[in-house]
């Protein structure tokens, strides 16, 4: 009875040794990832006596198997064969090449497209002064080369330019007062023949193909009558608007010639100014295009006035001939509609067709077409490609598109410059992009590869 509980004290020691050392062989394994991998020694079998320091785990004590396994414990490591989680890339690397670049260019055409919406805004507020400084760049670069001849010959450049303005001024200020003289003097002989045209009008469209009956004129003139009676207010203040107009144009009037006489006498010292306000590295392209886009300002005027001059002389003649009233004033507007290009061409002739068609009838409103479209296909062919050269050269569709943006942004005055400015903006981009070439090849290495730009 004494011994049998010692025996299973021992016995019973003997198995929680065990169960400790097979707990410390299975965190070994798991820490070495292999499962033949070392072991931790463990504690003796019953019979064995531990060494000094054997069957203890690290961090326990080595006397006594109770309480193991409360030390704490560290995490152990992945396996080997677990698979690498690669990291996440850039948001930046992730987008694709040509999406980046469509939004880099996006965003600046979108502050290009603000940059010019709000500058067309400033213009539309201020637009009788810019269409008036336009004006007068238009005029000086027609009178400059003359000023410019006057004091080579020796005169000096205040009264030349006082000379030239004032003879400039004069003529066409007489030009507008006989146009209105000649259409004062004529209105009665014009009402008589526009009435007698109505009437030679109707009588045709009676006899002709087109089965028009007397009603239906008679109809057409009735709702004309009416429409003109039931909107006399709005014609009242359309005269009280053209009041406003006409002030306004006497005023762009003045500022065009006030622009005139200092542009012709301090041209340069204004271009000066204008240059120190550009950027010191865009000085020296700026500089150089500046000469270059006023030659072809001044090719397109005096060009455009000798080819409307020509138009206005033939077609006023052969207008003149066929007896047609108002033969002067219509080439005065012949030759005031050709400076919008192909646009003033259709205006202004349809204008001296229906002017011969009420007051001569059909057949001479036929030969006025004839010569019309004879004198303007010799100056479409002939006259413009000769006088103005390749200094002013732009596409027909460029200039249609540019006559068509600039009516509609402001009007006559819009439709007249939007052409030179197109022929000028043209200059001075092929004259930046030729500069910038250069300026490339100066400051390239040597035995670099050149490349040749393309001509516009």
């Known amino acids: 009875m004494t011994k049998k509980p010692g025996w299973l004290g021992r016995l019973g020691a003997g198995l929680s040794r065990l169960g400790q050392g097979l707990e410390e062989r299975r965190r070994a394994e798991g820490e070495s990832g292999e499962p033949g991998g070392p072991a931790v020694p463990g504690p003796d079998l019953p019979g064995r006596s531990a060494g000094p320091g054997e069957g203890a785990a690290p961090g326990e004590g080595a006397d006594s198997g109770e309480g193991a396994g409360n ?17 996440r890339p850039d948001p930046v690397a992730a987008i694709p090449w040509g999406i980046r670049v469509a939004a880099e260019a996006g965003w600046r055409l979108l502050v290009l497209a603000g940059t010019l ?19 007068a760049l238009l005029i000086t670069a027609l009178l400059q080369p003359t000023v410019a001849r006057l004091t080579r010959w020796g005169l000096p450049r205040g ?106 006498y301090d041209g340069r010292k204004v271009w000066g100014w204008v240059l120190k306000l550009v950027p010191a590295q865009a000085r020296p392209g700026v500089a150089g295009a500046g000469p270059r886009a006023w030659r072809t300002l001044t090719a397109y005027v005096r060009g455009t006035v000798v080819v409307a001059l020509i138009d206005a002389i033939f077609i006023g003649l052969g207008i003149y001939f066929l007896d047609v009233p108002l033969a002067v004033p219509l080439g005065v507007f012949i030759f005031l509609f050709a400076f919008i290009p192909l646009v003033g061409a259709v205006v202004s002739g349809a204008l001296a067709v229906v002017v011969a068609l009420v007051t001569q009838g059909m057949f001479t409103a036929l030969m006025v077409l004839l010569v019309v479209l004879a004198v303007q296909q010799i100056e ?12 002013v050269r732009v596409h027909p569709l460029a200039v249609v598109l540019t006559v068509a943006t600039g009516g509609l942004v402001a ?20 004259f930046l992009r030729a500069f910038s070439y250069e300026q490339a090849l100066r400051h390239a290495p040597p035995g670099a590869p050149r490349v040749v730009p393309e001509q516009s």
């Open 71 to 87: 030390g704490p414990e560290s995490v152990p490591a992945p396996p080997t064969y677990a698979p690498a989680v690669a990291a």
């Open 117 to 135: 919406w709000v500058l067309m805004k400033v213009i539309s507020a201020v637009q009788l002064v810019v269409l008036a400084f336009v004006a």
């Open 159 to 264: 009264p030349a330019t006082a000379l030239t303005a004032i003879t400039g001024f004069l003529i066409m200020g007489l030009v507008g007062w006989f146009v209105v003289w000649q259409v004062l003097d004529n209105l009665g002989d014009i009402s008589d023949r526009v009435r007698d045209g109505i009437d030679e009008l109707k009588q045709w469209l009676l006899d002709s193909p087109f089965h028009v009956t007397e009603q239906q004129i008679n109809d057409i003139a009735k709702n004309l009558s009416d429409t003109i009676g039931t909107n006399t207010e709005e014609i009242t203040t359309a005269g009280l608007q053209g009041v406003t107009v006409l002030v306004e144009v006497i005023t762009g009037i003045l500022l065009t010639m006030f622009s005139t006489l200092f542009l012709l």
């Open 380 to 391: 479409g062919h002939v006259l413009q490609p000769f006088i103005l050269g390749r200094a």
């Open 411 to 430: 009007g006559i005055g819009g439709a007249v410059v939007a052409v030179p400015l197109v022929a000028v903006t043209n200059t001075v981009v092929g």
